[in-house]
T-cell receptor, first 114, second 112 residues
Framework: DADVTQTPRNRITKTGKRIMLECSQT?????MYWYRQDPGLGLRLIYY???????NKGEISDGYSVSRQAQAKFSLSLESAIPNQTALYFC?????????????FGEGSRLTVL | KNEVEQSPQNLTAQEGEFITINCSYS?????LHWLQQHPGGGIVSLFM???GKKKHGRLIATINIQEKHSSLHITASHPRDSAVYIC??????????????FGEGTQLTVNP
């Protein structure tokens, strides 16, 4: 099994629909992240979580929400999808960053909003 | 303007060539990652650097803290090295967690 699993891998939806992207990890990491990737731009942070009770907004959180259901699970929701949320979304996990620098990404979820 | 600049944006090489990809950043950092993104989209962390040099197989990563610059080298390049290579930094101004700032990536194509 992959260290970080994202579902769905591909999704096409319509404007206004609610969408949830799910992420689960087997690394035992406390820290989890959601990023989006757009052509010509670097990965940008949407939300991050350092443990189940700690959720933080990233640089582009508007229009998104998250839920940390357990240490291993971190979901990203688009309450009312719009076309400019069409992107490739990545979940990532890390350990205590400064100490070992372990950083793992999922395979990505490609979302198209029509 | 992205605070992490990579060059070149695109690079085409012949199999066997020595490859260099560069990354420059604007202020002090505590760590720098080199990542590889496969054509299918998945991202893999290759190296984390805070100083000096690291080597793994044919890949070598160096960092010069004073010049705020890092390089990723690939020796004896192979078509399977074709991918997007991404530089990501953690600035020292961050007091919690690994909030990384990413470069736009370098698309490498190695022809047989």
């Amino acid at each position: 099994d992959a260290d970080v699993t994202q579902t769905p891998r591909n999704r096409i939806t319509k404007t206004g629909k609610r969408i949830m992207l799910e992420c689960s990890q087997t690394k035992g990491h406390d820290r989890m992240y959601w990023y989006r990737q757009d052509p010509g731009l670097g990965l940008r942070l949407i939300y991050y979580s350092f443990d189940v009770k700690d959720i933080n907004k990233g640089e582009i959180s508007d229009g998104y929400s998250v839920s940390r259901q357990a240490q291993a699970k971190f979901s990203l929701s688009l309450e009312s999808a719009i076309p400019n949320q069409t992107a490739l979304y990545f979940c990532a996990t890390s350990d205590l960053f400064e100490q070992r620098g372990e950083l793992f990404f999922g395979e990505g979820s490609r979302l198209t909003v029509l | 303007k992205n605070e992490v600049e990579q060059s070149p944006q695109n690079l085409t090489a012949q199999e066997g060539e020595f490859i260099t990809i560069n990354c420059s950043y604007s202020v002090g950092i505590s760590a720098l990652h080199w990542l590889q993104q496969h054509p299918g989209g998945g991202i893999v962390s290759l190296f984390m650097l805070s100083s000096g040099k690291k080597k793994h197989g044919r890949l070598i990563a160096t960092i010069n803290i004073q010049e705020k610059h890092s390089s990723l080298h690939i020796t004896a390049s192979h078509p399977r090295d074709s991918a997007v290579y991404i530089c990501a930094v953690r600035y020292t101004k961050e007091t919690s967690g690994s909030r990384l700032t990413f470069g736009e990536g370098t698309q490498l194509t190695v022809n047989p």
